[in-house]
């Protein structure tokens, strides 16, 4: 039962424009969500999180959306760049659980 | 700066080997967890360790085992390697089960 869904496996944007990654999840139990970024051959590096409270949340060129009612979270990249290139996992979990995540997004930037 | 480390980058074994994953962190972590990453089904848990000589079972412990003697060592056992468990292995810590965790930069074993 996959509780944390990212629907598109793949998606490729100009360099420059605004990358949106998608995430669904299930559990509406889930209160903390966060994004990881993993460059092949790495592990995952953390990028950015939000606490159930939180609607909104921005470091930099990155922002997470959280839509509770939906069930549904999102991160904008603006502007794409290159490096940007990676696979993204989103991630989630309640109380002083174990964090599940979802099946990722591979981003492609074309330059 | 934070620091996990896994033993190996890249491992090939013959199927019924064991084998040995280690796995290191250096800041005192007490959360300690093993992943599989494989295509399509994203990061799924194996076991993961709250303290020393504490393991509990993740969503796919079957074929795997795990021992946390130290704090900082964590290591996943394959019994008896089969093809089916060739995969990307990723060792994580975190202070806190709920905040963010630390990887490893992953073994990638093949099991021929």
């Known amino acids: 039962d996959q509780q944390v869904k990212q629907n598109s496996p793949s998606l490729s944007v100009q360099e420059g424009r605004i990358s949106i990654l998608n995430c669904d999840y299930t559990?509406?139990?889930?209160?903390?969500f966060l994004w990881y970024k993993k460059y092949p051959a790495e592990g995952p590096t953390f990028l950015i999180s939000?606490?159930?409270?939180?609607d909104k949340n921005e470091d930099g060129r990155f922002t997470v959306f959280l839509n509770k009612s939906a069930k549904h979270l999102s991160l904008h990249i603006v502007p794409s760049q290159p490096g940007d290139s990676a696979v993204y996992f989103c991630?989630?979990?309640?109380?002083?659980?174990?964090?599940?995540f979802g099946t990722g997004t591979r981003l492609t930037i074309i330059p | 700066d934070v620091k996990v480390t896994q033993s190996s980058r890249y491992l090939v074994k013959r199927t019924g080997e064991k084998v040995f994953l280690e796995c290191v962190q250096d800041?005192?972590?007490?959360?300690m967890f093993w992943y599989r990453q494989d295509p399509g089904l994203g990061l799924r848990l194996i076991y993961f360790?709250?303290?020393?000589?504490?393991?509990e079972k993740g969503d796919i412990p079957e074929g795997y085992s795990v021992s946390r003697e130290k704090k900082e060592r964590f290591s996943l056992i394959l019994e008896s390697a089969s093809t089916n468990q060739t995969s990307m292995y990723l060792c994580?810590?975190?202070?806190?089960?709920?905040?963010?965790?630390?990887f490893g930069q992953g073994t990638r074993l093949t099991v021929v």
């Open positions: 994580a810590s975190s202070f806190d089960r709920a905040i963010e965790a630390f």
């Open positions: 559990n509406s139990m889930f209160d903390y």
């Open positions: 939000i606490s159930s409270i939180k």
């Open positions: 991630a989630a979990n309640f109380g002083n659980e174990k964090l599940t």
């Open positions: 800041m005192d972590h007490e959360n």
């Open positions: 360790s709250y303290d020393v000589k504490m393991k």
